[in-house]
């Protein structure tokens, strides 16, 4: 049977491909759905794709130098910090020590690096579970918040310690020199594994096992191995895998395959800096334009052009239309041809890639005006939908690699700022904003960004759609504490409606996991902000369905917690309807499990005056509409007797 929760979260998707109204208001239906197919669908749960992702790696793993050292401390003091240089595999050496340590009991999970909602703390303890195992990933901290987590380390580890979980911190480079005391007894410097070695263990995965001597016939290979990062170590690997893949009509080998990669992943900045040297101005704008639509057809490469040209203010072509070359001509001279499919590409493979790299690169002071051309063209409409999905992420790139995260920023912020044209460019923008968020380096701006909008009242609704999705299709797959607390906000702030995707998506983002569960339990204030309570109703009725939530001590207790807020501070005719069906699923289990639900209202019932009072008349007329009922709520009066210390009146009185 599907979780309700879970139905909720479906009822503003539907597979049409137009706008279709349903009723009142703004409808964003179709885009939602499209802004989720953009960012990745979620075919399985949050957990099962991270095992997946770390058994992956797992099977492809070279330890790095002293890895075994960091392991022994591990296990010895349950904490490890790693230190080294970037490239090192730092990150994958962590995930390592985590995924192979044993005894885990609890769930795997990163910790958050930025500091969310006033006074919060740099670690938050609350969030270790029993026998976790605990990523804080710090490679990308500046010294502030460096120094704010190793004033809370010591503690922190106290808490981890007595829970029988694992730590392992990566620590940011070259700020070694701000460590303080303590932690440097439990840090550990990795150094980079032989590159050798690396590609060697992706090639053997995939069948490929080259003896010495064939290694030795590439001469650009070690030079290659020893000076580049691990992550192009497998890029190579994965190229080489394809050229023999795709050479099954030729009698090639090892050599060739491993040559031809190598030019593919090769630095070629020199190769492209002469080449677009030798063009002129609408050229070099042809070349962009390609590069950025690549396997697009001629028309969509004319008119971006046209679109780059205006947006650099480049003058305009004197020459009559039909006595300048057509396009066939100008695709020969950027050494690109339309193939049989009808479809425009660079004769050499890959090439696109540094093209587009070589004019962000060499031409800094035009990328205010590449961030409006891509904006342009993607708003203007003339693009396809697969257009604008390969154009976006090709935009992203180049502006993160560049370090100008603010232009992705600018752009998602500018597509959502109305709610306008139905919403249209909402998926553009989520596309945008998943992007920054699985960045490796940049990740944490967008993270820091989404959260301060997800506390504006006034946001747009249509940028609500766009960060409900990228939260929860995208940043609860790496850092789901983050994605629930800003769910969590834009569901505070979502008017009701007949769909409330923030609502949604929190509420099943924290139906899966126990954990994130008592998260959401210990956040809400129901006296504060309405839609705390409707969020509670929902997640205690989850929970009554839940044996593995009603069986835990911390959950009851965050429950009890709940039940005497939703006593204290909302109306006796808000909650009567949701403490009747909690009494209802007490009824429904074995005598000891049903006796757990009912301790919970009974304990929230004494903590808060006069709640005592009208459960007892909400019941008893509960009772009146199904005789059936009243030994149930016998039971239950005599459960809040007990919570109230009072003494069961002898028998015969």
């Given at each position: 049977?599907?979780?309700?929760?879970?139905?909720?979260?479906?009822?503003?998707?539907?597979?049409a491909h137009g706008p279709t109204n349903t009723g009142?208001?703004?409808?964003?239906?179709?885009?939602?759905?499209?802004?989720?197919?953009?960012?990745?669908?979620?075919?399985?749960?949050?957990?099962?794709?991270?095992?997946?992702?770390?058994?992956?790696?797992?099977?492809?793993?070279?330890?790095?130098?002293?890895?075994?050292?960091?392991?022994?401390?591990?296990?010895?003091?349950?904490?490890?910090?790693?230190?080294?240089?970037?490239?090192?595999?730092?990150?994958?050496?962590?995930?390592?020590?985590?995924?192979?340590?044993?005894?885990?009991?609890?769930?795997?999970?990163?910790?958050?690096?930025?500091?969310?909602?006033?006074?919060?703390?740099?670690?938050?303890?609350?969030?270790?579970?029993?026998?976790?195992?605990?990523?804080?990933?710090?490679?990308?901290?500046?010294?502030?918040?460096?120094?704010?987590?190793?004033?809370?380390?010591?503690?922190?580890?106290?808490?981890?310690?007595?829970?029988?979980?694992?730590?392992?911190?990566?620590?940011?480079?070259?700020?070694?020199?701000?460590?303080?005391?303590?932690?440097?007894?439990?840090?550990?410097?990795?150094?980079?594994?032989?590159?050798?070695?690396?590609?060697?263990?992706?090639?053997?995965?995939?069948?490929?096992?080259?003896?010495?001597?064939?290694?030795?016939?590439?001469?650009?290979?070690?030079?290659?191995?020893?000076?580049?990062?691990?992550?192009?170590?497998?890029?190579?690997?994965?190229?080489?895998?394809?050229?023999?893949?795709?050479?099954?009509?030729?009698?090639?080998?090892?050599?060739?395959?491993?040559?031809?990669?190598?030019?593919?992943?090769?630095?070629?900045?020199?190769?492209?800096?002469?080449?677009?040297?030798?063009?002129?101005?609408?050229?070099?704008?042809?070349?962009?334009?390609?590069?950025?639509?690549?396997?697009?057809?001629?028309?969509?490469?004319?008119?971006?052009?046209?679109?780059?040209?205006?947006?650099?203010?480049?003058?305009?072509?004197?020459?009559?239309?039909?006595?300048?070359?057509?396009?066939?001509?100008?695709?020969?001279?950027?050494?690109?041809?339309?193939?049989?499919?009808?479809?425009?590409?660079?004769?050499?493979?890959?090439?696109?890639?540094?093209?587009?790299?070589?004019?962000?690169?060499?031409?800094?002071?035009?990328?205010?005006?590449f961030r409006n051309w891509v904006g342009g063209c993607?708003?203007?409409?003339?693009?396809?939908?697969?257009?604008?999905?390969?154009?976006?992420?090709?935009?992203?790139?180049?502006?993160?690699?560049?370090?100008?995260?603010?232009?992705?920023?600018?752009?998602?912020?500018?597509?959502?700022?109305?709610?306008?044209?139905?919403?249209?460019?909402?998926?553009?923008?989520?596309?945008?904003?998943?992007?920054?968020?699985?960045?490796?380096?940049?990740?944490?701006?967008?993270?820091?960004?989404?959260?301060?909008?997800?506390?504006?009242?006034?946001?747009?609704?249509?940028?609500?759609?766009?960060?409900?999705?990228?939260?929860?299709?995208?940043?609860?797959?790496?850092?789901?504490?983050?994605?629930?607390?800003?769910?969590?906000?834009?569901?505070?702030?979502?008017?009701?409606?007949?769909?409330?995707?923030?609502?949604?998506?929190?509420?099943?983002?924290?139906?899966?996991?126990?954990?994130?569960?008592?998260?959401?339990?210990?956040?809400?204030?129901?006296?504060?902000?309405?839609?705390?309570?409707?969020?509670?109703?929902?997640?205690?009725?989850?929970?009554?369905?839940?044996?593995?939530?009603?069986?835990?001590?911390?959950?009851?207790?965050?429950?009890?917690?709940?039940?005497?807020?939703?006593?204290?501070?909302?109306?006796?005719?808000?909650?009567?309807?949701?403490?009747?069906?909690?009494?209802?699923?007490?009824?429904?289990?074995?005598?000891g499990r049903g006796e757990r639900l009912m301790d919970?209202?009974?304990?929230?019932?004494?903590?808060?005056?006069?709640?005592?009072?009208?459960?007892?008349?909400?019941?008893?007329?509960?009772?009146?509409?199904?005789?059936?009922?009243?030994?149930?709520?016998?039971?239950?009066?005599?459960?809040?007797?007990?919570?109230?210390?009072?003494?069961?009146?002898?028998?015969?009185?």
């Amino acid at each position: 049977m599907t979780d309700p929760m879970l139905e909720s979260l479906a009822t503003y998707v539907n597979q049409a491909h137009g706008p279709t109204n349903t009723g009142e208001g703004q409808q964003l239906n179709n885009f939602y759905f499209q802004a989720a197919s953009r960012v990745g669908r979620r075919n399985r749960d949050r957990l099962a794709v991270a095992q997946d992702e770390r058994e992956w790696l797992d099977r492809r793993f070279t330890e790095p130098e002293r890895y075994g050292k960091a392991r022994d401390m591990l296990r010895d003091h349950s904490t490890v910090l790693l230190d080294g240089q970037p490239g090192s595999g730092r990150r994958a050496a962590a995930l390592m020590l985590l995924h192979r340590s044993p005894g885990g009991t609890g769930s795997l999970h990163e910790l958050p690096d930025t500091s969310d909602d006033e006074g919060s703390r740099a670690l938050d303890a609350s969030v270790v579970g029993e026998g976790d195992r605990l990523l804080l990933d710090l490679s990308n901290s500046d010294e502030t918040h460096y120094l704010a987590v190793q004033s809370e380390l010591s503690a922190f580890r106290d808490v981890v310690r007595q829970k029988d979980a694992r730590l392992v911190v990566v620590l940011p480079y070259g700020l070694r020199y701000l460590q303080q005391g303590g932690p440097g007894q439990f840090t550990v410097q990795i150094l980079r594994p032989r590159g050798r070695d690396v590609l060697m263990r992706y090639l053997r995965l995939d069948g490929i096992t080259p003896s010495p001597s064939e290694l030795n016939t590439v001469p650009e290979l070690p030079d290659y191995l020893l000076r580049t990062r691990l992550q192009d170590i497998a890029e190579l690997a994965r190229s080489i895998r394809e050229q023999r893949d795709g050479c099954s009509d030729r009698p090639d080998g090892f050599p060739q395959w491993c040559s031809r990669a190598l030019a593919l992943v090769s630095d070629r900045t020199p190769e492209v800096a002469a080449f677009i040297a030798s063009l002129d101005g609408r050229r070099r704008a042809l070349s962009l334009s390609l590069a950025m639509l690549h396997e697009r057809t001629p028309a969509t490469v004319f008119h971006a052009t046209e679109e780059l040209l205006k947006a650099i203010n480049h003058p305009p072509d004197e020459q009559p239309r039909l006595e300048r070359t057509d396009l066939t001509e100008q695709f020969k001279a950027i050494k690109a041809e339309t193939r049989t499919d009808g479809r425009v590409r660079f004769l050499t493979p890959d090439y696109d890639k540094a093209v587009r790299a070589h004019f962000w690169t060499y031409c800094p002071d035009l990328r205010d005006s590449f961030r409006n051309w891509v904006g342009g063209c993607v708003q203007r409409g003339a693009l396809t939908d697969d257009e604008r999905a390969e154009l976006i992420p090709r935009f992203a790139e180049q502006c993160l690699r560049t370090d100008r995260p603010e232009d992705v920023l600018e752009l998602a912020e500018h597509w959502t700022q109305h709610n306008g044209d139905q919403g249209r460019l909402m998926p553009d923008a989520a596309q945008l904003l998943a992007e920054g968020l699985r960045h490796e380096r940049h990740g944490r701006a967008f993270r820091k960004a989404i959260y301060t909008w997800s506390k504006d009242p006034y946001l747009p609704m249509v940028r609500r759609r766009a960060l409900v999705v990228v939260c929860f299709e995208t940043m609860a797959m790496t850092h789901p504490d983050q994605a629930l607390v800003r769910l969590h906000h834009l569901a505070r702030r979502e008017k009701p409606a007949k769909d409330n995707p923030a609502l949604d998506a929190l509420l099943a983002l924290a139906a899966g996991d126990g954990r994130l569960f008592r998260l959401l339990l210990d956040r809400l204030e129901p006296g504060k902000w309405p839609r705390d309570a409707t969020a509670f109703y929902a997640l205690a009725d989850h929970a009554a369905r839940s044996r593995a939530l009603y069986s835990s001590v911390a959950a009851r207790e965050r429950l009890v917690t709940g039940w005497a807020d939703i006593f204290g501070y909302r109306s006796h005719e808000e909650w009567r309807e949701p403490a009747c069906r909690w009494l209802a699923a007490a009824d429904a289990l074995v005598e000891g499990r049903g006796e757990r639900l009912m301790d919970v209202l009974a304990r929230a019932g004494a903590r808060s005056p006069g709640a005592a009072g009208r459960l007892h008349v909400a019941f008893r007329d509960w009772a009146y509409a199904a005789p059936q009922r009243a030994a149930l709520v016998s039971r239950f009066d005599r459960a809040l007797d007990e919570a109230q210390g009072v003494e069961p009146l002898p028998l015969g009185t």
